[in-house]
């Protein structure tokens, strides 16, 4: 395997933009980690989740509209909590405490994943050869999807653009009960060797995934019943799966995004780092209060790609700092002003792959 490197420059774009996001944090005396703003979301955000789950399990509603409701709202809370709580957590921006942090990434854990295995997967991976087919895990979908022109094409990707959401729908429950066994027991994400597990690290995967078990499974077949544990719970899982896809897949498998190769003979990227990250990152709808709330920011896609170690309530004011930079160094910021755009142009990118 050859690690892609990228160009460095003397005069980074990269050097540039920290020096501006610096200033700003020394000008409002304001730490880039998260503060009552985002502690208080996450405190609502918790409570809800445990106040509809202890609901649906233990005072479950005869009425089936009802309990698929609440599936879905559980899906939902879920979906937000991996958003806002554990993202930030796991890239170490949730708090100065790195206990704080430490606890917050472990939401990822309850809710049935690892976030030792993100941590690989998302923060070194993805964050750094974002795009690039055969390191970025994240636009490795086949043989369902194909999501760049490297990748091989099969004649049902002429209709991907329109079951692309059963795809998606699979993620959540795929990723919690397959890929991180798979890369527990491969120690690999994709390509990517992951580090040496500790013995606590060993106790915590395997512990962690009983827990995730008891409370989603044996817990709900208990009360529930079987049959009635099958339907809530595919009916939570699968629309948890198409939330969490489709937030991610907006960010960066779009009309406008890149998707570069590396040079076979140089082993090189094309761009610098920071430049690599604008081409190939995208924002959405960063006006639109509610879905900046409930994404934790990752709407603000580009900001973060740049300053994962910032907390992501900081991002709408650091975009206009990017967006400056951007114009006067002429590179590209690419953003939808509405949700409904940046799915159109997912739907156009699907639809253009699935015919080239």
Avoid at 21 to 30: M, R
Avoid at 60 to 74: G, R
Avoid at 228 to 244: D, R, S
Avoid at 268 to 275: H, I, R
């Amino acid at each position: 395997m050859i690690i892609p490197r990228f160009l460095n420059p003397t005069n980074s774009f990269h050097a540039e933009l920290r020096k501006r996001i610096n200033d700003y944090f020394v000008e409002i005396k304001s730490k880039p980690t998260g503060n009552i703003k985002l502690y208080s979301k996450a405190i609502i955000l918790v409570v809800s989740f445990i106040a509809v789950y202890t609901h649906l399990i233990f005072f479950t509603s005869e009425n089936l509209f009802i309990s698929l409701t609440e599936c879905l709202i559980l899906g939902t809370l879920t979906s937000a909590i991996g958003f806002n709580i554990m993202h930030d957590g796991a890239h170490g921006s949730f708090s100065q405490q790195k206990w704080l942090n430490e606890l917050a990434g472990l939401s990822l854990n309850v809710l049935g994943a690892n976030v030792f295995m993100w941590k690989t997967k998302h923060n070194v991976v993805h964050h750094t050869f974002t795009n690039i087919e055969g390191m970025d895990d994240d636009i490795n979908a086949k043989p369902f999807l194909r999501l760049c022109e490297s990748q091989k094409r099969y004649k049902i990707h002429k209709f991907q653009h329109l079951y692309f959401l059963v795809a998606y729908s699979l993620l959540y429950i795929y990723w919690i009960f397959f890929t991180d066994y798979k890369k527990y027991f491969s120690k690999r994400v994709g390509q990517m060797p992951i580090k040496k597990m500790s013995v606590q690290e060993h106790f915590s995967f395997w512990g962690f995934k009983a827990l995730h078990l008891i409370l989603f499974v044996v817990i709900p077949i208990i009360m529930v019943g079987f049959t009635a544990w099958v339907i809530g719970f595919l009916t939570y899982g699968l629309f948890a799966g198409i939330v969490l896809s489709l937030v991610f897949q907006l960010a960066h498998t779009v009309s406008d995004t890149h998707f570069p190769t590396v040079n076979a003979e140089t082993g090189k990227v094309e761009d610098e780092w920071a430049v690599h990250q604008l081409k190939t990152t995208a924002n959405f709808a960063t006006k639109n209060k509610i879905v900046s709330w409930f994404t934790g920011g990752l709407n603000f896609q580009i900001e973060h790609h740049l300053f994962p170690h910032i907390s992501h309530i900081h991002y709408p004011a650091i975009s206009e700092i990017v967006k400056q930079a951007c114009r006067e160094y002429n590179i590209p910021y690419i953003e939808y002003p509405k949700v409904r755009l940046a799915v159109a142009s997912h739907i156009s990118h699907l639809k253009s792959m699935g015919r080239v």
